[in-house]
């Protein structure tokens, strides 16, 4: 019961930032919700590295909340790419196929980082596992900025340009 609890920031700021993400987004575009999503998971990630046996719930739901804020802000720019860069006939299978991906990829982030931190682990789960998931959160800290990186990239003019071409092409 109370692993589950610590999961509510996480799941609340994740409600919080998709749709002000999908305004973001209309808005602005998505490069700048594709680099604080990045910022944001890699501070979580950071900030994760760091607990011991003896962390503050506090400090653990804070940053479950900064993950979830990032996370939150993460879907609505992928599944814009996916779908501005294709016909509109192909929107729907492109949108499907952003979507799978994304749940590919957080299972297999999931599988990933829980690997490396029992990989890692030594002595009893209650106080072996907080040092031996450092590992596995500096990980997701590098994820999080080479999403920053990306969602600087992906988002260039001449990125714009490319994806144009591509669905011109595609049509």
Do not use: C
Not at 77 to 92: D, E, F, L, Y
Request: aromatic share 6%.
């Amino acid at each position: 019961m109370h692993a589950g609890a610590m999961t509510l920031p996480a799941a609340v700021a994740t409600g919080l930032a998709a749709p002000l993400s999908g305004r973001w987004v209309a808005d602005k575009g998505p490069r700048q919700a594709l680099m604080w999503s990045g910022a944001a998971i890699a501070v979580s990630g950071l900030m994760l590295a760091q607990i011991t046996a003896t962390t503050s719930v506090w400090y653990l739901a804070v940053a479950y909340a900064i993950f979830g804020g990032g996370f939150g802000l993460l879907n609505p720019p992928i599944t814009n790419a996916a779908v501005s860069g294709m016909p509109r006939a192909q929107a729907g299978v492109a949108a499907a196929v952003a979507s799978t991906s994304r749940q590919v990829g957080t299972t297999l982030g999931v599988a990933i980082l829980g690997a490396i931190a029992f990989g890692r682990l030594s002595g009893p789960l209650h106080t072996g596992l907080p040092a031996a998931s450092h590992a596995a959160y500096v990980v997701m800290a590098i994820g999080g900025v080479l999403l920053l990186i990306g969602g600087y990239v992906v988002t260039t003019a001449y990125a714009s340009a490319s994806a144009a071409r591509a669905a011109t092409e595609i049509a």
